[in-house]
């Protein structure tokens, strides 16, 4: 027992060795994301749908403060859809804000989208004209995680509409806004929004649908924790994605074996297969999983 705790504490330590962050470019990126959201009326939120409570900024609140927010699952295609619907409601009653689920690939969520923007600037833009001031346009922004899919949703909003407006009165002139509609402005860069997690397991995740630069970790250990997770709740999907049977480990050197990559003779060619196992999981090929 003492040994298995042993190599667990030092599998542990081992990753964490290979996810880790600088608070120096934390601080600067939160306060580059703040002056954006200072100049929209309604923030849309991008979430992995494959990691719904992973892919969120526990400190979005406090950027926020009493902006209202829309939250996008994006990569919904990915992703069971019977598990999604239920996510849908627990994200809806812990954040107590509207939830709509995108892809890539299918732009008829475009209009409700677009429409649920609107409506949820119309109270700020109210009290604006009741000060006396003109109505006009609601102003959005999309933030986000890295490679939750930001420019993606901000291409699929502004693909109808690609009229720049330019600098606004009281805003920043570098800031670059597209007209979608006579009622909407959408702010054309996404908002990034830093990395700052100490919870090694969310980092994990992050690392698993490429939120993590490459740089961050090694392969090998990312691939052996993706397959410890989805052993635990999809394993007959997983193993019968590799052709393993119920008597066969899922691990790496098994996966090897069974595509027969090997390398010297008998050895399993663990980085090759650590390089697909990876890339298996984010194209959806394994099958439809949410890890959280």
């Given at each position: 027992?003492?040994?298995?705790?042993?190599?667990?504490?030092?599998?542990?330590?081992?990753?964490?060795?290979?996810?880790h962050?600088y608070?120096?470019?934390?601080?600067?990126?939160?306060?580059k994301?703040?002056?954006?959201?200072n100049?929209?009326?309604?923030?849309i939120?991008?979430?992995?749908?494959?990691?719904?409570?992973?892919?969120?900024?526990?400190?979005?609140?406090?950027?926020?403060?009493?902006?209202?927010r829309?939250?996008?699952?994006?990569?919904?295609?990915?992703?069971?859809?019977?598990?999604?619907?239920?996510?849908?409601?627990?994200?809806?009653?812990?954040?107590?804000?509207?939830?709509?689920?995108?892809?890539a690939?299918?732009?008829k969520?475009?209009?409700?989208i677009?429409?649920?923007?609107?409506?949820l600037?119309?109270?700020r833009?109210?009290?604006?004209?009741?000060?006396?001031?003109?109505?006009?346009?609601?102003?959005?922004?999309?933030?986000?995680?890295?490679n939750?899919?930001k420019s993606?949703?901000?291409?699929?909003?502004?693909?109808?509409?690609?009229?720049?407006?330019?600098?606004?009165?009281?805003v920043t002139?570098?800031?670059?806004?597209?007209?979608i509609?006579?009622?909407?402005?959408?702010?054309?860069?996404?908002g990034?929004?830093?990395m700052?997690q100490?919870?090694?397991?969310?980092?994990?995740?992050?690392a698993?649908?490429?939120?993590?630069?490459?740089?961050?970790?090694e392969?090998?250990?990312?691939?052996?924790?993706?397959?410890?997770?989805?052993?635990?709740?999809?394993?007959?999907?997983?193993?019968?994605?590799?052709?393993?049977?119920?008597?066969?480990d899922?691990?790496?050197?098994n996966?090897?074996k069974?595509?027969n990559?090997?390398?010297?003779?008998?050895?399993a060619?663990?980085?090759?297969t650590?390089?697909?196992?990876l890339?298996?999981f984010?194209e959806?090929?394994?099958?439809?999983?949410?890890?959280?």
């Amino acid at each position: 027992m003492e040994n298995n705790e042993k190599e667990a504490s030092s599998k542990q330590s081992h990753f964490q060795n290979h996810i880790h962050w600088y608070p120096g470019h934390i601080a600067k990126a939160e306060k580059k994301l703040k002056e954006q959201i200072n100049l929209v009326d309604v923030v849309i939120e991008v979430l992995d749908a494959r990691i719904p409570l992973s892919s969120c900024y526990n400190n979005i609140e406090s950027l926020l403060g009493e902006k209202p927010r829309l939250i996008l699952l994006n990569k919904a295609d990915l992703v069971d859809q019977h598990e999604l619907k239920n996510w849908i409601k627990i994200l809806e009653e812990k954040f107590k804000c509207p939830v709509l689920t995108t892809d890539a690939k299918n732009s008829k969520d475009l209009n409700k989208i677009v429409s649920k923007a609107v409506e949820l600037s119309e109270p700020r833009i109210q009290k604006l004209m009741v000060k006396g001031l003109l109505r006009r346009s609601a102003r959005v922004m999309v933030v986000g995680m890295p490679n939750v899919g930001k420019s993606s949703i901000i291409n699929k909003i502004t693909r109808t509409s690609k009229t720049k407006v330019g600098a606004k009165a009281g805003v920043t002139r570098q800031q670059q806004w597209v007209k979608i509609n006579p009622k909407l402005d959408l702010l054309d860069t996404p908002g990034i929004i830093p990395m700052k997690q100490e919870d090694q397991l969310r980092a994990k995740k992050l690392a698993f649908v490429n939120s993590v630069s490459e740089n961050a970790y090694e392969q090998e250990a990312v691939a052996t924790e993706l397959l410890l997770i989805l052993s635990e709740k999809y394993s007959q999907k997983v193993r019968g994605h590799y052709n393993l049977s119920e008597t066969e480990d899922l691990t790496i050197e098994n996966i090897a074996k069974s595509r027969n990559w090997i390398v010297k003779g008998s050895e399993a060619d663990i980085n090759r297969t650590s390089t697909f196992i990876l890339r298996d999981f984010r194209e959806g090929k394994m099958g439809k999983f949410i890890l959280d």
